[in-house]
């Protein structure tokens, strides 16, 4: 197993274990800076978009006021207008 799969999987199993970092790291015979690095890296990671979706990263100097449609794959449409990409974005990412 890929060592960033197997302390990833860890660290969720931390956060529903209600365990503290360092009860955690004892009962799995890890490091707790080791620990540390890890959650560091699991919190900056990009989040996975979910299939049928694209990752905006909307210039912050072009702001387009106009009306979008997006049409989920689960059949949801929302439509709106009179906003920029920024706040389509955020919209997106919801």
Request: proline fraction near 4%; charge should be positive; hydrophobic fraction near 35%.
């Given at each position: 197993?890929?060592?960033?799969?197997?302390?990833y999987e860890l660290i969720e199993k931390w956060e529903v274990s209600g365990?503290?970092?360092?009860?955690f790291c004892h009962h799995h015979g890890i490091t707790r800076s080791n620990f540390y690095y890890w959650i560091k890296?699991?919190?900056n990671r990009k989040p996975e978009a979910p299939d049928g979706f694209v990752?905006?990263?909307?210039?912050?100097?072009?702001?387009f006021h106009s009306q979008y449609r997006?049409?989920?794959p689960n059949g949801v449409q929302?439509?709106?207008?009179?906003?920029?990409?920024n706040q389509l974005a955020a919209l997106v990412n919801l």
């Amino acid at each position: 197993m890929d060592k960033q799969v197997y302390m990833y999987e860890l660290i969720e199993k931390w956060e529903v274990s209600g365990l503290s970092k360092k009860d955690f790291c004892h009962h799995h015979g890890i490091t707790r800076s080791n620990f540390y690095y890890w959650i560091k890296k699991w919190k900056n990671r990009k989040p996975e978009a979910p299939d049928g979706f694209v990752d905006i990263t909307p210039d912050k100097a072009a702001i387009f006021h106009s009306q979008y449609r997006l049409r989920y794959p689960n059949g949801v449409q929302l439509e709106v207008s009179g906003i920029g990409l920024n706040q389509l974005a955020a919209l997106v990412n919801l």
